[in-house]
């Protein structure tokens, strides 16, 4: 799932872990409306460096808490959501997850989210040979804390009377991420990563706690986001990092794996004037619903698809070492011809790396460019994206 902005709002809310953060040395700093541990205490194996080497080698606990966590239900709900959603959500099988796009009339992209049939299965009674059957659809969809309050009220204004939208505010959410996750939740919860692949979620009951597990994570790294209820989160917390791959890894380490991954940061990458197609997400636009229609923002974006567009979200690979950072001029020659969106260094390639929008011309694999950073002209190269492969667990 994806992260959300960085805007600081005057006042800033606690996370469930928050005292289990700063036990374990985090500095916390204020983002999406949350204190959020940016990183940890060196002495203890802590640093942004250190946590992002961590998961790629092993596997780190992050602590999403600040998402939202809605759950749609009712006969319909499959069928409002498409109202909103350019995805196919109606096909999707229980257990299914699908990466989707809240868009504005104009095909705005209002906020990037995660959409899982979690329809129940009703076991039925053997003794009184009654056969088990699906319950009322239900449909868990996961957005960026910044945006969650926009999400809901847009929500609530568009989806009928017929279905229900509950706002989970009761649970938190971790993400357990890297090569090593599957081994150490394992462990803890035997036969769980079996029985998944990447996007596919299920129910777990850990005690007397009920999980929501779903395959997948926003740094690149196979993984698992677990959905538990907010007074058992600490347990968990404890519990997970008990295993010797499991370190907890902040925000700072959060953001340069997502680079490397190439995956998009709403408020940054994408915002309400970028459209999916400029955005290179049409992938999240459905083959069959392009056709059909029926969701808003699809006439702005069936004029994209058809015409093309004026810009296109890219990758850059800079030389040197200074990181080109939001905000920085693209140039081709003296030309300006685009705009860095989130930038860094790349702690698994040794250099800097870049994503921004520049003018479709320019946005071939291979083209030459430059960057302003700091007053200077720093060499670039467009570059297919991800930086670094990804390693979801997609089964044999």
Known sequence: MSDDTGDTPETTEMLPLDAWHRQKGARMVPFAGYQMP???????GGGIVAEHDWTRDQAGLFDVSHMGQLMVTGENAAAELEKLLPGAIASLKPGRVRYSLLLNDEGGILDDLMVTNATPWIKGDEEAGTEGH???????????????????????????????????????????????????????????????????????????????ITRAGYTGEDGFEISVPAEFVESLANRLCA?????????????????????????????????????????ALTKTRRESGGWMGHSACAVKLADGCADKRV????????????????????????????????????????????MSDHAGEGTELTVEVRNKRLPAKVAKLPFVPHRYHRGN
């Open 38 to 44: 940016i990183q940890y205490n060196k002495e203890q």
């Open 134 to 212: 699906w319950g009322e659809p239900a449909y868990y969809v996961v957005v960026n804390g910044a945006m969650k309050w926009d999400d809901i009220a847009h929500l609530r204004e568009h989806l009928s009377d017929d279905v229900t939208l509950t706002h989970m505010d009761d649970q938190a959410l971790i993400a357990l991420q890297g090569p090593k996750a599957a081994t150490a939740l394992g462990r803890v919860m035997r036969g769980v990563p079996d029985d998944l692949v990447f996007m596919q979620s299920t129910l777990y009951q850990f005690g007397e706690w009920p999980l929501r």
């Open 243 to 283: 295993e010797i791959e499991v370190r907890p890894a902040g925000l700072g380490a959060r953001d340069s794996l997502r680079l490397e991954a190439g995956l998009p940061l709403y408020g940054h990458d994408l915002t309400a004037d970028i459209d999916p197609v400029t955005a290179d997400l049409t992938f």
């Open 315 to 358: 990758g850059l690979v800079l030389e040197g070492r200074l990181p080109a950072r939001e905000g920085a001029v693209i140039y081709h020659g003296e030309d300006a011809v685009g705009r860095v969106t989130s930038g860094g260094f790349s702690p698994t390639l040794g250099h800097p790396i870049a994503m921004g929008y520049v």
